[in-house]
C-alpha cells in the first residue's frame, strides 16, 4: 500500500503474502508462519481456505458477515492491522458485487472504533492494491487494510530494516479486537474471563444457579473490554496475562471470553468465592481451546 504520508516508507509488497525474510522477521515470525499458513505447504487462495475453516481463532478471523470478513493480519505492519474482505473470490472492487463492497465500508467505522479503543491509536492507513502490479501480495482476493498507526511509530516501523518489532503476540491481539468489534457489532458491554492455570488444565469459577459462572467485567463506554477484564482479573487472582481467545472458536457462535494465564510456577489462587476447577467441566468442548493456547507459544513466547 502506498502510503500517502510523508515519512512513511512504501512497504515492499502486500504483507498478506510476505514471504520468509531473512534474518530478524524470518526468526520472530517463524513459529506463527508455521502455525497458521501451514509453513510452504500452503496453497490455493489464503483468504478462501481460511473462510472455509470454520476455526475462525486459528484463521485470525475477527468478524464473518454476509457478503464480507475481518480478519487480522499475519504479517502485520503495526499492531492490529486487520483487512476486510468480501466472501466472494474476485480479484478487484470492480468484479465484487455492490453487497460485499457496501459491506466491507459498512464494517470500516466500527472497526476504526474498536481498534481505536483496544489499542489507543491516533490514527489509520486504510487502503487497496488493486492487481499484483500495484502491491496486492494476494492479488485475485480483493482485501483492503486497516492499519492503526501512532505518532511517531514510522521511527520504529522496521519495515525497510526487514524486521517486525511487535509489542504483543498475535494472539493477544486477535482476542482483544475480536472482543470489541464484536462489542461494536451489537454485542454487549460485558465480557466474559476465562483464568487458567500454568498448567491450563484448571479454570477459575464459582457455581451459579444454573451452572458454573466465570469472572465476568463490564467496560465503560470509552474502555476497552479487555480493559475491563483486566481489572476484573487483576481482582480476582492478581498476576495473569491475557493469552488469547477462550469459547467459541467461530465469530458466528455466541459464547467466548478473554483468556488470561497466571505464570508458570504460581498457583491458580482460589478465594473463598471462587475454585480452581477441571477446565473441561467448566468450559466443556471450548476446554481444549486453552492447552491450544500454550501449544501456539502464548505462553512466553517470542516477542516477550
Ligand atoms: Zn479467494
Redesign the pocket.
Known amino acids: 500500500m502506498k502510503c500517502p504520508n510523508a515519512g512513511l516508507p512504501a512497504p515492499p509488497s502486500d504483507p498478506a503474502s510476505v514471504p520468509a525474510q531473512p534474518g530478524d522477521q524470518q526468526r520472530l515470525w517463524a513459529p506463527w508462519r508455521m502455525r497458521y499458513v501451514g509453513g510452504s505447504g500452503e496453497s490455493g ?4 481456505r481460511r ?1 472455509a475453516d470454520r476455526d475462525d481463532v486459528r484463521s485470525l478471523i475477527l468478524h464473518r458477515g454476509r457478503h464480507a470478513f475481518a480478519i487480522m493480519n499475519l504479517y502485520p505492519y503495526n499492531t492490529g492491522h486487520l483487512m476486510l474482505v468480501p466472501n466472494e ?1 474476485v480479484a478487484g472492487p470492480e468484479q465484487a458485487a455492490p453487497e460485499a463492497l457496501a459491506e466491507m465500508a459498512a464494517l470500516v467505522p466500527p472497526t476504526l472504533r474498536a481498534l481505536r479503543r483496544v489499542l489507543r491509536c491516533d490514527g489509520f492507513n486504510i487502503g487497496i492494491n488493486v492487481g499484483a502490479d500495484a502491491g496486492a501480495g ?1 492479488a ?2 480483493l482485501h483492503e487494510h486497516v492499519v492503526p498507526r501512532w505518532e511517531g511509530d514510522a521511527n520504529f516501523m522496521p519495515i525497510l530494516a526487514g524486521t517486525t518489532v511487535m509489542p504483543e503476540l498475535i494472539p493477544a491481539t486477535y482476542a482483544k479486537v475480536r472482543a470489541d468489534l464484536e462489542r461494536e457489532l451489537g454485542g454487549s458491554d460485558e465480557v466474559v474471563c476465562v483464568i487458567v492455570n500454568a498448567g491450563r488444565d484448571r479454570v477459575l469459577a464459582k457455581e451459579g444457579e444454573d451452572g458454573w459462572r466465570l469472572p465476568r467485567a463490564v467496560a465503560g463506554p470509552e474502555e476497552a473490554l479487555w480493559q475491563a477484564a483486566r481489572r476484573a482479573v487483576d481482582r480476582v487472582v492478581g498476576e495473569a496475562e491475557l493469552v488469547g481467545w477462550a469459547g467459541a472458536r467461530e465469530t458466528t457462535k455466541a459464547g467466548g471470553g478473554l483468556a488470561f494465564a497466571v505464570p508458570e510456577g504460581a498457583a491458580l489462587a482460589a478465594g473463598a468465592r471462587w475454585l480452581a476447577l477441571p477446565a473441561g467441566d467448566v468450559l466443556g468442548e471450548d476446554a481444549p481451546m486453552v492447552a491450544d493456547l500454550v501449544d501456539d507459544g502464548a505462553i512466553g513466547g517470542a516477542g516477550r
Open positions: 487462495c489464503v483468504f478462501c473462510l473470490h494476494v485475485d482476493h
